[in-house]
């Protein structure tokens, strides 16, 4: 199984309570704004904690609340994409990019930054700053810097929604590729029907 | 041009306002960071207190390091039996004062700038394999460092100019406390020295001009060719 996850989280009077397990491929989380497909991604990575459960990623336990077992974020090798790409902004494109594959083991690694640019396609982008970059050239940036930290996994949170129609095609393209040619696990987050059919491979519909 | 005694005055202002600002930095980051980040019962009486010496009278400032910092003072006592070391009518006195003054506009520069800073951001260096520490040092401090330049000018404009604290808590002591606002005042009270005052007055605002001009192109350098104010 690629994402094994049951989790417990009370947040304000609202309280998350899941439990899904999927295969390989692209996972679509699907649900309305506000039904905590955010606060899901959230606790697989790390950045939240889940009063109870357990979440394994390729067969790997990150959490497991009866065991005591907690990783932090920093211990997970998930690459996460954000909705607005939140790219550091005080580091050119360069930096950016290989923030994290500076701090992967070396065996963690299974991308070279020279590869990550080819595929994404953003060498002439590599000595701007990231608020000269437009949403599309962000999230491709955004993506890159994920992958070349060595993820098992990838979490995506709505990454088409700043982004305008043209935009938003070459960047599912990315996506796509990522899916079909590195065979990464994707769990991802949208709320458009369009774009769930389109990229989903397994569908989750949260409520 | 100054005379050997006046370059001496400017030379012990400048010590003890750079020791006094460099050593109040940290403090002034930590405080800040805790009131930026933290969330303790108590936050808005600590945030009072740091506050304080920017609304008591200075001459009440400085009674109260009097206090503290006497012989008989739990700080003094503390200071003398375990050092051997006494900081009443000492350069290292009067650098105390004007750390004590400076502290709450660093405060205020570095508390604001952490606060401008996207806490998400910590986040994501967090999913890219950074530990705690690493994501602090790589990501909230480099883009709190506007402020915290802001801090070392604002602190050191408030030291060098720090009069009423220091004169009451460490006096007016030729070569060791005698600061350039010190200087100032004692030769305004001995008639036919206007000259000297006009020579150190105008030191005096050379050094505060100096301390910003350096401190905008300080940012301007450190920000490459992202836009970038300190003050």
Request: proline share 5%; hydrophobic share 50%.
């Amino acid at each position: 199984m690629s994402f094994e996850v049951h989790v417990r989280k009370a947040l304000g009077q609202f309280t998350i309570d899941r439990a899904f397990a999927v295969g390989p491929g692209l996972t679509v989380l699907f649900g309305a704004s506000g039904s905590g497909k955010t606060s899901i991604l959230n606790l697989i990575a790390g950045l939240l904690r889940p009063d109870s459960g357990h979440i394994r990623v390729g067969g790997v336990t990150l959490v497991d609340s009866a065991k005591g077992v907690n990783l932090p974020p920093d211990k997970r090798h998930l690459g996460y994409v954000f909705q607005d790409g939140r790219l550091f902004p005080h580091r050119r494109v360069r930096a950016n990019l290989t923030y994290g594959w500076r701090l992967a083991q070396p065996d963690q690694r299974w991308m070279a930054p020279e590869q990550a640019i080819a595929f994404l396609g953003i060498e002439h982008l590599l000595d701007r700053w990231p608020m000269s970059l437009s949403g599309g050239e962000a999230q491709r940036v955004a993506i890159g810097r994920a992958l070349l930290a060595g993820p098992r996994a990838l979490l995506m949170d709505e990454p088409l929604s700043s982004l305008d129609e043209v935009r938003r095609e070459e960047i599912i393209i990315v996506i796509e590729r990522i899916r079909d040619e590195l065979k990464i696990p994707i769990l991802y987050v949208t709320h458009d029907r369009a774009e769930a059919d389109r990229l989903g491979n397994n569908f989750l519909e949260i409520s | 041009m100054l005379t050997a005694e006046e370059w001496g005055i400017v030379g012990l202002s400048l010590k003890v306002s750079i020791v006094a600002v460099v050593l109040t930095l940290p403090i002034a980051f930590a405080l800040a960071y805790l009131l930026a980040r933290g969330r303790f019962p108590g936050k808005a009486l600590v945030d009072g207190l740091i506050h304080l010496p920017l609304v008591v009278p200075p001459v009440v400032t400085g009674w109260l390091l009097l206090l503290a910092f006497g012989r008989n003072g739990p700080i003094g006592m503390f200071l003398e039996q375990w050092f051997g070391v006494t900081v009443i009518f000492r350069w290292t006195g009067a650098a105390i004062a004007s750390a004590v003054m400076a502290l709450p506009l660093m405060v205020r520069a570095v508390r604001l700038s952490i606060e401008a800073v996207d806490r998400r951001l910590e986040g994501v260096a967090r999913t890219l394999g950074a530990g705690a520490w690493r994501a602090f040092a790589s990501v909230t401090l480099p883009l709190s460092l506007p402020g915290i330049i802001a801090a070392l000018v604002l602190g050191f404009a408030r030291a060098i100019g720090e009069f009423g604290a220091t004169i009451t808590f460490v006096s007016n002591i030729p070569g060791e406390t005698r600061t350039l606002p010190l200087a100032i005042y004692g030769a305004l009270q001995v008639p036919g020295s206007d000259r000297e005052v006009v020579r150190l007055a105008i030191v005096s605002v050379a050094l505060s001009l100096l301390a910003i001009v350096a401190s905008e192109w300080i940012s301007r350098r450190s920000a490459g060719s992202r836009p970038g104010h300190v003050l």
